[in-house]
């Protein structure tokens, strides 16, 4: 286990990610929102929680069939694009005060998503460049 991981700005941004959705997810299962609204939020939930799983327990280090950082910013920038979509419906349409609110929830975990695939790239340009100046054995 990686003790260090949930204090890292990597594991509390995938920490808040996963509240936040859970939030939103329920959110739009006390309104009665439409099924998409529910079944994207609680998508979302799970897959941040095995991302962060997948960190937290560092089964990426022992899993090097692929490319791990590079699969999670695939899913944040998919989910951000889905997210704003549902967002704006929720938010447009608001049959009642809880789309309303998993909708701006929503929103918050769009923007989540973007920072989280920012820090990402920094990692991955930074992990690239240690790797080239690192002397040869």
């Known amino acids: 286990v990686d003790r260090a991981f ?4 990597q594991g509390s941004l995938k920490i808040a990610r ?10 739009f299962l006390a309104s009665d929102a439409h099924g998409s609204y529910t079944a994207l939020a609680g998508m979302e939930t799970v897959i941040t929680v095995l991302f962060l799983l997948l960190y937290l327990l560092r ?9 791990w950082p590079l699969a999670d910013i695939f899913n944040s920038v998919i989910a951000a694009l889905f997210l704003l979509v549902v967002g704006l419906f929720a938010i447009i349409i608001k ?5 309303l609110a998993g909708g701006v929830l929503v929103l918050i975990l769009l ?10 790239c920094k990692k991955i ?11 040869a054995k």
Not at 6 to 9: E, I, L, M
Not at 59 to 67: A, K, V, Y
Not at 128 to 135: F, Q, V
Request: proline share 4%; hydrophobic share 50%; aromatic share 2%.
């Open 59 to 67: 089964l990426d280090m022992r899993m090097r069939c692929l490319f």
């Open 111 to 120: 923007v989540l998503c973007l920072v989280d695939v920012v820090l990402l």
């Open 95 to 99: 049959t009642n005060k809880g789309t």
């Open 125 to 135: 340009r930074l992990d690239k460049a240690r790797g080239r100046s690192a002397p």
């Open 6 to 9: 949930p204090r890292s700005a």
């Open 18 to 27: 996963t509240l936040v959705a859970l939030a939103a997810l329920i959110c």
